[in-house]
């Protein structure tokens, strides 16, 4: 995906942008970071269960 690598820092400027109160960025942050943190940990076990999987219909 071109333009890919834009999208972590255009979502985070888009955060700070949304709350502009120290409180609600700050927990807007964390809630990202942990989604984030989430994401990375679960994706290659999620990706690996999907190749495993057998193909249905195929």
Known sequence: MPG???????????????????AARTRALVVWAGMSAIAFAAGPLVGSLLVAAPLQGA
């Open 4 to 22: 890919g690598a834009l999208l972590v820092p255009a979502s985070l400027a888009l955060l700070t942008a949304a709350h502009p109160a120290a």
